[in-house]
């Protein structure tokens, strides 16, 4: 069996006092799409900052494609091909959308300062690659409209869609969403599903969903980890978390052990 | 005993004593820092509330020392009880001035960019350096001996009286500042709106009155700075402000910017250091000191010695 | 216009206000050009001409005016190459008259000690003569370029205000260790540097210095500045290296600064450590800050306009600092997006 895409083991980040994330194994295989829910505070955007680098783990060691990421800078994690979303928008909000865009399209690592004053051939070549791709990815996700307006101009939901394109541009193999569905409205979140499955069968990558809407996570997730106080307390299909009674306690407390199902 | 008015650094000292020659230096390093200390926590309180670098702080105390120099000439020489009436005049004027340039210039620029406040900022101190140069001249003036100036000599280690009423007055001002600031409502309601305006104005601060009065504190405590400072090196010009007003800033930062005592420990750790360097023979490199401590303390410990740090959240 | 009701609180632009935005699909196609500027390097060269042309008929220009127009220039090349530093990647650096001043005293020191033993007693030809100056500007450039490194590798981890200081002591670092540099004049700075700056070298270096800047943040590469501005973590997490592009402008905007110094010692003929100190450095922010910041045609028009005022008033000159500096402030008050900057938010040139 081949190894999984990502693997986190006993992967433990403390703060001081406090454990964030206490060794928590998880992994995302080739073409999965998984969830990765918990009540407030549970650790779940912590996670997602140690798999990007944003912090670096205590203990325990994080593998991306059979490469350990420790100490590698964000950026250079994102080379290795992991893009994610903010849970709060992080658009460049004075850019417009296709800049947004063909910022992150990561061809342009092959210009340098100085190739931009010269403007050779490779140069002009270069440019033009990216703006086609850029181009594309606009046409797929329908965004072409808005293609010059300022990014932070557009509306809310596009906004959120604009960052996921923003994230494909970097030509990732594995997608980490930080709660997409936050703030929209129950139609907006169907078109979301839709988007991360047409996502994940158009671009062939792996996705990690934070989420607290369960009808988003429930609706396209293969397999679900539930995590709280940073402690991982069960995994498995949206049926059995569905049913574990951790995770309804770890939600509801004790005596509301139906409200889940039907949320 | 001899009586004379003369600057902290041309002190004699002799090299036959280090011991002594070290004390002398000691003594003269933690009058001078006590005057950064008053200046930074201008700074320091400034920043506490509202998150900007007060450029026109330094010379706030600039004209705290005109303010002096003028209501010298009505007093009578040398004595304590005017020397006072100076003082106090000076602070109320500089309160006045300083809650006038929050009322007319950073309160119509409060959530704008840092760079705009900041501008405006060194906009406002132009102003004052320039009109100080129209209205005061741009020569230096000699301030008046306002109080009593004696030098106790202990061996060769010279005390003068100026610089004794220096620490004495500087230490009254920054107890009573800190009473303010932890004893009366007004206090604790800075103390409120500097770690959550928003949540302060909530409970019912009202964030104008208490901004405003901060200035008007720092203020008339920058203005003290001013006359004490210009009682030590008796002459008085419109951009006298700017070294002195970097330095504290710098100890502003040493000690922990918003944090009151860090300002205090800033300011005499600074000026102790800077005197240290001046006797030495690194004297020309006096005010390169200063900016090699503040970044040293920007790199190392950005929270000051007395700060705590944070980091941005994702 | 469009109303658009505030989403949800999670979001960064979460406020409880009603914000009316422009409804984005009447947004004018603002022209971000396919492929960005078709031939920069013809227009280079086309100002490179210009200069050469306008430099032929400099002694028929009146002297008072040839000299407005390279103080001018001068200011041009420092507003447009803090511009990179402040404006499009959003750094604070209060430090430029630092770097301008390693280049003065470098470029100075080159033709000084230098310039003697390669051209000899006679002096050279003037091609020679220009050909020396060059030299000694580029040298001026590439060490202020070495301090914007020695700076800007360890200053960039700080931010805003933290950064703004740690650039400004090092601006005042430099001067003091100037001040007391024997060999380089102490105190009393280094005179009787010929005066090689003319009107053709100062036009020629604000071409350079515009082309460079332009170019660079008109490419897919240069964005990088623009995103590095907006949003540090978020142009981590699509794959920029922030700290390289911050240093790439520091370092870039710090070879301008010198060789603007370079071209103000050879002009001024004179020069003096206190020529350099902060005040300077905050002129320039004025300039940046009152074009627009990331805006090169606004700060160029703020160059001009910042160094012709001083001319204006000098008629008052009792009073000029006086409207100078509240005119900063009515500006920062009524026009915090600067006074060219016609767009809010990001303006092309």
Known sequence: MAAPLLQLDKATIRFGGLTAVNSVDFTVGEDELVGLIGPNGAGKTTVFNLMTGVYQPTDGTITFNGTPIAGLRVNEIVDLGIARTFQNIRLFGSLSVFDNVRVACNLHRATSPIQALIRGKSFRADEAAITKRAEELLDIFNLRRFRDAPSKSLPYGEQRRLEIVRCLATKPKLLLLDEPAAGMNPTEKIELVRLIQQVQKQFNLSILLVEHSMKVVMGVCQRIAVLDYGVKIAEGNPAQIQSDKKVIEAYLGEDHQTALSHH | MTTQSESLNSQPSTLNFPLSEFLQQLLNGLSLGAIYALIALGYTMVYGVLRFINFAHSDVFMVGSFIGYYAGKHVPERTYWGGLLVLVVAMLGCALLGMLIERLCYRRLRGSATLNVLITAIGVSLLLEYSGQVFFGATPRTFPDIFPSTNFAFGSLVISSNQILVIVVATLLMVALQLIVYRTKIGTAMRAVSLNPKAAQLVGVNNDIVISFTFGLGSALAAAGGILYAINYPSIDPLMGVMPGLKAFVAAVLGGIGNIPGAALGGLLLGTVETFVNGSQWSTYKDAIAFAILIGILLFRPAGLLGKFTVEKV | ?349
């Open chain 3, 1 to 349: 216009m469009s109303l658009r009701f505030p989403p949800s609180p999670n979001s960064r632009h979460g406020t409880f206000r009603i914000r009316v935005y422009p409804c984005p699909s009447v947004v004018k196609n603002s022209g971000s050009p396919t492929i960005p500027v078709p031939r920069p390097h013809l227009y280079l060269l086309a100002a490179l001409l210009v200069a050469l042309g306008i430099s032929q008929f400099s002694d028929r220009i009146d002297p008072y005016f040839l000299d407005v127009i390279i103080g001018i220039g001068i200011n041009i090349i420092l507003a447009v190459s803090l511009n990179l530093v402040n404006g499009y990647t959003g750094q604070f650096s209060l430090g430029h008259a630092g770097f301008m001043s390693v280049g003065a005293y470098l470029a100075a020191a080159v033709s000084l000690f230098l310039g003697p033993k390669i051209l000899g007693e006679a002096g050279g030809t003037a091609l020679q003569q220009g050909l020396m100056f060059l030299a000694a500007l580029v040298a001026g450039g590439l060490g202020a370029a070495f301090a914007g490194l020695i700076v800007g590798v360890p200053s960039l981890r700080l931010k805003g205000d933290y950064l703004a200081l740690v650039t400004l002591g090092f601006g005042e670092i430099i001067r003091v260790v100037f001040q007391n540099v024997e060999f380089l004049g102490g105190a009393l700075g280094l005179n009787g540097i010929p005066a090689y700056t003319t009107i053709f070298w100062v036009l020629a270096f604000v071409a350079l210095s515009v082309f460079v800047v332009t170019c660079l943040v008109h490419s897919t590469y240069g964005r990088g500045f623009l995103a590095t501005h907006d949003d540090e973590i978020a142009s981590e997490s699509v794959g920029l290296n922030t700290t390289r592009y911050k240093i790439v402008a520091f370092v870039i905007g710090a070879f301008f600064a010198g060789t603007a110094g370079g071209l103000y010692g050879h002009f001024k003929m004179t020069i003096t450590p206190t020529g350099f100190d902060f005040t300077k450095s905050i002129e320039i922010v004025v300039m940046v800050i009152l074009g627009g910041m990331g805006n090169t045609l606004g700060v160029i028009l703020a160059a001009i306009l910042l160094t012709l005022l001083p001319e204006l008033l000098r008629p008052i000159a009792e009073y000029r600092m006086i409207i100078y500096s509240l005119m900063l402030i009515i500006l920062m008050l009524v026009r915090p997006q600067g006074l060219f900057n016609f767009k809010f938010g990001k303006a092309k040139l």
